[in-house]
């Protein structure tokens, strides 16, 4: 059993541990687990000092996590992520999580539910603090990326429970 330490952000490391365990064990998703995979490298890699992370990702990544590697993927692949994998990796996470966050919110506020309502559940779903991942933060990706909310009531209108069947009168 080996394991790597990934530098992370607190939400990243939230949603891993949550999903894949502690150590983090990306057998239980082939999605992540073979990007993992074609981010490792051996010790000895020509492209090592793009991104220093003890000067630049050290601000921004100020979680870390315990990677699970297991022996077959430790010697084929390698058992060393490049300052840039850690970058990459992070960012296709981070997409990851907020594609989730803008559908589950965008999908909620559709139906008639109240913004910090769908933020809020969002939140105790994934299992995220308001520290881990702040409504402030959620709400400023939700606004950065309108264009899903309105293709959304587009498919839907603006809210879907004006459309359904009153079921008071039915009875």
């Known amino acids: 059993m080996n394991e790597l330490i990934l530098p992370c952000k607190s ?87 907020k594609s989730q966050s803008r559908a589950i919110i965008f999908t909620a506020n559709s139906f008639g539910q109240a913004w910090v309502d769908a933020i809020r559940n969002f939140q105790n779903a994934f299992g995220f603090s308001e520290d881990d991942f702040s409504t402030e933060a959620i709400r400023k990706d939700l606004q950065r990326n309108k264009e899903i909310l309105e293709i959304l009531e587009k498919s839907f209108g603006t809210n879907v429970p004006d459309f359904g069947t009153n079921v008071s009168n039915t009875v």
Do not use: W
């Open 11 to 97: 939400y990243v490391k939230r949603y891993l541990i949550n999903n894949y365990g502690n150590p983090v064990d990306f057998r239980k998703n082939r999605y992540f687990g073979n990007y993992f995979k074609m981010l490792l490298e051996r010790k000895i890699c020509q492209h090592n000092k793009r991104i220093h992370l003890k000067q630049y990702g050290k601000q921004i990544y100020k979680s870390e996590v315990i990677v699970f590697i297991d022996d077959d993927t430790f010697n084929r692949f390698g058992f060393d992520l490049t300052a840039q994998s850690v970058v990459d990796f992070n960012m296709f996470i981070e997409d990851y999580i």
